[in-house]
């Protein structure tokens, strides 16, 4: 079952992306979203940092060049802006050296594997849910990363029926969105079921495991 015709995803896209809510990253914007969120910023304000780098620079490559300051003011009043816009440049300019183009291309010129590693190797920082949504966008026919809370978010908006399935939802989202739109669409689901853009915590953020206490010696 597909979204109703006169409810279109594209239309509910729009609606969202003119809200107030926080914007998902885009594409290129997840290796500064685990940068900024390592350095420190809670994930909202995280997200906000990287929507401010967003205006303030025409695309990732002219961030990437711009003085190291210009970056820190535009990440704005966050802890260790300034280390972390150092950081930011430098990862950003290992990916242009090593590709030679901010985009990933490259990820649909291989096997589903092979694209996994690259990403792995490229984003040491991104989580599972980030490379998950990345493979989405650029390599036709991964699996949709959407948690199961995310997908009740889906069934709110109607985009499928009240029992509608990932699979219901994946033909709904490739008939009507190009994989770019579909990808953002889904991280509003699921920052709106969640709080995080990938379905779940950023590792600063992940609870840790309770440990036993070690036996006492007899």
Known sequence: MTAPKDSTLRELLARKETGDGPHPPRAMDH?????????????????AAVARIRRAFIDWNEARVARGQELARALGDIPGAEAIARKVKDAYNAFFDRKGALNFDFLTLGKPAESKRALAQLFPALGKGAAALLLYEFCPGSPLPLSDEGLRQARRDAAVGKQGDRNQLARALGEQLEPGEAAVLLQYWEIEATGSPYGEPLKKDAPKKNRKAPAKGK
Not at 31 to 47: N, S
Request: a negative charge.
């Open 31 to 47: 290796l500064a979203l685990a940068l900024v969120a390592a350095g420190g910023a809670e994930l909202p304000d995280a997200l």
